[in-house]
């Protein structure tokens, strides 16, 4: 992988942030030939999303397009699979889940420039991942605890208020589950609680945001004229599947890296 263009080191206001708030926005950590490989491959990865979703629906044609999610990229792309392994993401473990890490998804999320409604609603990921088939044979040991796991949204392309950037609210990870409910109309949870304190993850490419899965954020429409790419990355300790399962990849194991 390419060198860091700045260490990577939790300071401890970070580490206070992360606890009182859910989250923090780091340096920009990631040189520019990498994310433009990245970009590269989400681009690629994209237009093939767009072809299969044309044998289905409206709505599924339609979110394809203009609000595209594409998950678990590393068994599609091995400029994926090495970005999930970069030593940034090993350092960032290291010092903030110990020596012992993997890899539970991966999925970029990206937001064209559109006339449609292409936000994405209040939500937790943690509410995503209790409800689903994900929760199914995981260690509640590892699953429950915000303590357990790491989140990553990086910013693959600036993110700014006007493209759709990630809004969190501070503070309120630490409240648990909140109520969520399901909209078929866009085929998403929304959350239903006071968002009056939000503020937007305004970043440079290269930059991301840290944070905790109990954090409720959400994204604006996309008003300006260029796409916005985020990759989001989730880290746990090992353990959070009870049985083998293909979402889970070792990451790190006492303080080395495992390889893919």
Request: with cysteine.
């Amino acid at each position: 992988m390419t060198t860091l263009t700045s260490p990577v080191e939790v300071t401890d206001a970070q580490r206070e942030q992360l606890l009182t708030d859910g989250f923090f926005i780091t340096d920009v950590l990631f040189d520019e030939p990498t994310l433009e490989a990245v970009r590269g491959e989400f681009n690629r990865l994209w237009q093939e999303h767009i072809e299969n979703a044309r044998h289905g629906d409206a709505l599924t044609q339609e979110q394809a397009q203009h609000r595209p999610f594409m998950a678990q990229l590393h068994e599609r792309s091995q400029v994926c699979a090495d970005f999930c392994r970069h030593p940034v993401f090993l350092e960032l473990c290291r010092q903030l889940l110990g020596p012992d890490a993997d890899t539970t998804w991966n999925q970029a999320i990206l937001k064209p420039p559109s006339h449609l409604d292409n936000t994405f609603a209040w939500h937790q990921d943690m509410w995503y991942a209790s409800q689903g088939d994900y929760i199914k044979d995981t260690n509640p040991d590892i699953f429950w605890p915000a303590e357990t796991g790491l989140t990553v949204w990086v910013a693959i392309t600036r993110t700014i208020v006007d493209n759709g950037t990630l809004w969190v609210l501070p503070g309120r990870h630490n409240e648990g589950l909140l109520p969520h409910v399901w909209s078929e109309e866009k085929r998403e949870y929304q959350g239903q609680f006071d968002t009056a304190w939000k503020i937007p993850a305004v970043m440079k490419a290269g930059q991301m945001l840290v944070f905790r899965k109990y954090l409720p954020h959400g994204s604006g429409p996309n008003v300006s004229d260029e796409v916005r790419m985020a990759y989001q990355i989730g880290y746990s300790l090992p353990g959070l599947k009870l049985v083998p399962s293909p979402d889970i990849a070792p990451l790190m194991r006492d303080g080395e890296a495992v390889p893919s």
